[in-house]
């Protein structure tokens, strides 16, 4: 019991945790790993990506960097037909710190973050309906999505506790635990990228 208490503690602490702006640090391949390496990571690298995705929003953080958020193809054109995100919906975040400033500030070009060195992970949701529950790192479930972590240079497993990903978004069950929903729709009907600041310092909503 105590050592549960004391997990439970560890993940509340990294949840709340707030950093602030610091200079960008190059991704850390060392600690990508295979599969064999992470069971219940059963979510694949999105083939094809970005080639085959949409960039539908793009969120300032302020922690100093900044996410690109897409979406696969094949949602997109179900989207637009008026009928709901279908199997195998896939959104991609890939993460960038933002430019430092001599003061530590981020640097603005017309009121956005100019991006600087990528994050070391890329994050990955996928939607299917048929998951075991093998496939999941969680014993936490938002509805049909399961969530995987990718070394941007490599391609491989990224090291990361996605245990963190389930309890952010257990919050949005409305909206098919979807932070983003409002945005997805506003792109679909005009195309274009949209933009959110996040003026939240904790992992969520942003």
């Avoid at 998951?131 to 399961?146: E, H, K, L, T, V």
């Avoid at 070394?151 to 978004?169: I, K, P, Q, W």
Wanted: net charge negative; glycine share 4%; charged share 20%.
């Amino acid at each position: 019991m105590r050592l549960y208490i004391c997990l439970l503690l560890v993940l509340l602490t990294a949840c709340a945790t707030t950093t602030q702006p610091t200079q960008p640090t190059p991704a850390s391949p060392s600690r990508a790993g295979t599969d064999d390496q992470f069971p219940g990571s059963a979510v694949p690298y999105p083939a094809n990506f970005p080639d085959d995705f949409s960039h539908y929003l793009t969120v300032d953080r302020p922690d100093g960097t900044v996410r690109d958020i897409y979406i696969n193809a094949d949602a997109v054109a179900e989207l637009r037909q008026g009928r709901p995100l279908p199997q195998n919906t896939v959104i991609v975040v890939d993460g960038f710190h933002a430019e430092i400033d001599a003061q530590g500030q981020p640097v603005l070009e017309d009121g956005r973050y100019v991006k600087a060195a990528p994050l070391a992970m890329l994050h990955v949701a996928h939607r299917r309906a048929n998951w075991a529950d093998s496939d999941f790192p969680s014993i936490a479930r938002n509805g049909q999505w399961n969530f995987g972590s990718f070394d941007v240079e490599t391609g491989e497993r990224f090291d990361e506790d996605l245990v963190a990903c389930f309890n952010c978004h257990q919050t949005m069950a409305d909206t098919d635990f979807l932070y983003s929903t409002d945005d997805l729709l506003r792109y679909i009907r005009t195309d274009d990228t949209q933009y959110e600041f996040c003026n939240l310092r904790r992992r969520v909503p942003c």
